[in-house]
């Protein structure tokens, strides 16, 4: 494989991963929105194209098997095509908690609204928007745009602690809608998650850029 070739390789890589960020962060707000609206269309949209995502995901992974195989990458390549290997693994599970935030949406149509003072909707816009700069440093190498990711997951886990604790006080006082809260706090547990995987995607993007390991919150 010529230097040429390579290097075009990993652009259609790239945009390969990018379009499926996209999938999986449409498969985000599609769930939540359907939690909003409590609309069973949704859902089912959800659940469907859950296939087209992990189809990327095996095409992702293929092609960066091929890069590494064929041309033996060295220093800001080699970390790049190891990001976009485990960004890719991210990105597959952010689309494994929209199914799952949409299968507790379709379990609370059959009952009554659990009418909890909680904000998920904030919570939701917050984790999306951490995937969608996480996205969007990857695509400019921007560091800092992905250094201010990390910042933002404090935010959404505080966010998950406050519903756990609105959830917990309600069951105590309304034993027949244990399943109906259940579920809601269910939906932010994924939605916390989906977080953590933007936090995930943050840190690979400094590692490619940097060489920097910055998991566990130590500074680029």
Known sequence: MTRTRFHQGLDDL????????????????RAVRAYQTR??????LVLRDES????????????SIDLLAMQQPMAIDLRFIVACI?????????????????????????????????????MAQLSIS?????????LTADVDMAQAVLERDDMVDNMN???????????AKSAGMHRN???????????????DHA??????????????????HSQA
């Open 14 to 29: 790239k945009q390969k991963l990018l379009a499926m960020g996209g999938m999986a962060e449409q498969a985000v707000e």
């Open 39 to 44: 609309d069973l269309s949704l859902c089912e």
């Open 52 to 63: 087209k995502i992990n189809a990327a995901e095996r095409d992702v992974d293929e092609m």
């Open 86 to 122: 485990k960004i890719n693994a991210d990105l597959e599970r952010v689309g494994d908690q929209a199914v799952n935030i949409a299968e507790r949406v379709m379990d609370l149509l059959s009952r009554p609204d659990p009418a909890l003072n909680v904000d998920i909707p904030r």
């Open 130 to 138: 951490m995937v969608r700069d996480a996205l969007n440093a990857f």
């Open 161 to 171: 602690r406050e519903i756990f604790e609105a959830v917990d006080a309600a069951m």
């Open 181 to 195: 809260l259940l579920d809601t706090l269910i939906v932010a547990r994924n939605l916390e998650r989906v977080a």
């Open 199 to 216: 936090t995930n995607i943050a840190e690979d993007v400094i590692f490619w850029v940097r060489g920097a390991d910055v998991r566990h």
